[in-house]
């Protein structure tokens, strides 16, 4: 997995991330961020284009796979607010209690092995005025769709570097002390609905 891991499956992610539709969500959702914001699984950089320097002071990246940092360099150069790097798991954040405004979450949600630790140390470096902005693709309401989720998440995990098709989203959320002020949730327009199924919106700290 080594080979994989480091230099195909960034690749792999970079592009698929990347696409026109997906970029289009995160649109949605990264350019409403404020102050000191921590993004949980920076990948590749790809939002870095999104921030407004107006209203971000500083971006800190939390990315635990080499490969995937080295992937970012090029967006790092061409990024319009400070960024500092975090290269730790989204279940281990360095950062003060209550030192942050914005979370941001897009894409990411779907891969941290033990979400509810990743999601409780969001909530714990999050101001009490601070927002959790999200953009994921998650469980589908069709019990239909649910179902070939549930089929098709093992192999799909092993091979999409740990990304989970079938997981609740808004309830995962919910479950680690967050309040969701705003959601809304449609299928992407391209491709299959096992994996199309976005979350979209903000919390806050209940």
Same mark, same amino acid.
């Not at 699984?41 to 002071?57: C, I």
């Not at 995937?68 to 150069?77: D, F, G, P, V, Y």
């Not at 909530?123 to 994921?136: A, D, I, M, N």
């Given at each position: 997995?080594?080979?994989?891991?480091?230099?195909?499956?960034?690749?792999?992610?970079?592009?698929?991330?990347?696409?026109?539709?997906?970029?289009? *969500?995160?649109? *949605?959702? #990264?350019? *409403?961020?404020?102050?000191? %914001?921590?993004?949980? =699984?920076?990948?590749?950089?790809?939002?870095?284009?999104?921030?407004? $320097?107006?209203? #971000?002071?500083?971006?800190? =990246?939390?990315?635990?796979?080499? =490969?995937?940092?080295?992937?970012?360099?090029?967006?790092? !150069?061409?990024?319009?607010?400070? %960024? &500092?790097?975090?290269?730790?798991?989204?279940?281990?954040?360095?950062?003060?209690?209550?030192?942050?405004?914005? #979370? #941001?979450?897009?894409?990411?949600?779907?891969?941290?092995?033990?979400?509810?630790?990743?999601?409780?140390?969001?909530?714990?470096?999050?101001?009490?005025?601070?927002?959790?902005?999200?953009? &994921?693709?998650? +469980?589908? $309401?069709?019990?239909?769709? *649910?179902?070939?989720?549930?089929?098709?998440?093992?192999?799909?995990?092993?091979?999409?570097?740990?990304?989970?098709?079938?997981?609740? @989203?808004?309830?995962?959320?919910?479950?680690?002390?967050?309040?969701? &002020?705003?959601?809304?949730?449609?299928?992407? !327009?391209?491709?299959?609905?096992?994996?199309?199924? @976005?979350? +979209?919106?903000? !919390?806050?700290?209940?």
């Amino acid at each position: 997995m080594g080979f994989y891991a480091d230099k195909v499956l960034p690749h792999v992610i970079n592009c698929a991330c990347g696409s026109s539709d997906i970029m289009d *969500q995160r649109r *949605q959702v #990264v350019p *409403q961020a404020t102050g000191e %914001v921590l993004e949980v =699984g920076m990948g590749s950089g790809l939002n870095l284009s999104l921030y407004d $320097p107006a209203k #971000v002071t500083r971006v800190w =990246g939390l990315e635990p796979s080499e =490969g995937m940092r080295a992937k970012a360099r090029r967006n790092l !150069a061409r990024s319009p607010v400070p %960024v &500092e790097w975090l290269d730790l798991p989204g279940e281990q954040i360095p950062l003060p209690n209550q030192s942050i405004d914005t #979370v #941001v979450l897009t894409f990411t949600l779907c891969t941290i092995p033990d979400w509810h630790t990743a999601l409780r140390q969001m909530h714990r470096v999050l101001k009490p005025t601070g927002r959790l902005l999200f953009c &994921e693709h998650g +469980r589908s $309401p069709e019990a239909g769709v *649910q179902k070939w989720q549930d089929r098709i998440n093992p192999m799909w995990r092993k091979v999409a570097g740990g990304c989970n098709i079938n997981r609740p @989203m808004d309830r995962y959320i919910e479950d680690s002390g967050f309040r969701i &002020e705003a959601l809304h949730t449609e299928y992407m !327009a391209k491709g299959p609905k096992i994996a199309g199924y @976005m979350y +979209r919106g903000y !919390a806050v700290r209940a």
